[in-house]
């Protein structure tokens, strides 16, 4: 009987860690399609970038020699709730678009970590309902030079800046739509999910759960990814167990380009390094690079024969 009891209490204790291991999705998150459509267009969204002052024309030229397009004049303000001071720049390009800073003060808390920033058509709706889709707002809205800001948190720990412009700008789409991308641990990859197509009244374009390794560095494992497209454009998730070598984890953004060998060399003219060199998956033909001032990205195209 004690043999017996003590064989029970082994396989409760596994099934435990099995549940444990499950992922989850956050109880209080909607359903897609029952929050209001917050989204303006891919075309209006940023990659936020932080180099120092120092490397800030270097790094723009670099990238505008890399993928073509434009930067608005140089502006010195206060982008956060809390005083500070920062060069601020938009770069434009037909492959994605970037928003520079170079802080000449200290950059407050939690600002620094938060990948991109989303348009959107009112903040306020927009603030409800990611609370309602599962998301935490790490900061409150605040006012900056062109509108309102805020910035929150998906689960598995995923940090976005969401705002609001006082005059709506017109920006032409993309050729080519940039690659939101997000790694995420398998216990919160539902939740994560979950909560963001909520937000994004989004569709899962694909789930391959043993997309081949080399993706992420590893060829001799596999893991799973998602894509996901909705209005504010495409997003890639990659769910890893963390054991990733340099210098996967570390690119925000990945960039679709016609041709990548040609955009490459482009790249390396313009001072940028190529910290992993192609590779092909899938159809796809990847690499990532390194622009001066430390900005880490992934480019990729169609693989050509």
């Known amino acids: 009987m004690k043999s017996c009891l003590n064989r029970l209490a082994v396989a409760l204790t596994y099934v435990v860690w099995i549940l444990a291991a499950l992922p989850v999705a956050d109880a209080d998150a909607k359903p897609p399609g029952t929050l209001p459509t917050v989204a303006v267009g891919s075309q209006y969204d940023t990659t936020h970038v932080y180099v120092d002052p120092a490397d800030v024309d270097r790094f723009v030229e670099s990238f505008i020699r890399t993928f073509g397009g434009q930067a608005t004049k140089q502006v010195v303000a206060t982008v956060t709730p ?33 990948r991109n920033g989303y348009l959107v058509y009112d903040l306020d709706v927009a603030l409800k309902a990611a609370r309602e889709a599962g998301a935490d707002i790490l900061v409150s809205d605040f006012p900056d030079p062109i509108g309102r800001d805020a910035v929150i948190q998906w689960p598995g720990g995923v940090n976005m800046q969401i705002y609001w412009h006082t005059k709506k700008p017109d920006y032409t789409p993309f050729s080519t739509v940039p690659e939101n991308r997000v790694y995420v641990s398998p216990v919160r990859v539902a939740a994560f999910t979950a909560s963001f197509l909520a937000f994004s009244h989004g569709k899962v374009t694909s789930d391959e759960p043993d997309a081949p390794g080399v993706e992420i560095g590893r060829p001799d494992k596999s893991y799973r990814r998602l894509r996901i497209e909705s209005t504010f454009g495409k997003m890639q998730i990659l769910c890893t ?38 590779f092909d998956s899938e159809g796809r033909s990847s690499a990532i690079v390194e622009f001066p001032g430390g900005y880490v990205a992934e480019i990729h195209g169609a693989v050509r024969h």
């Open 82 to 114: 809390t005083p500070s001071s920062t060069t601020s720049q938009l770069v434009q390009t037909p492959v994605g678009t970037i928003s520079v800073f170079g802080f000449q003060t200290p950059v407050p808390y939690p600002f620094g970590a938060e």
């Open 241 to 278: 167990d963390g054991h990733l070598p340099y210098p996967y984890g570390r690119e925000s953004t990945g960039y679709e380009v016609p041709n990548l060998s040609e955009t490459l060399t482009k790249a390396q003219t313009a001072g940028v390094k190529v910290i992993q060199a192609p």
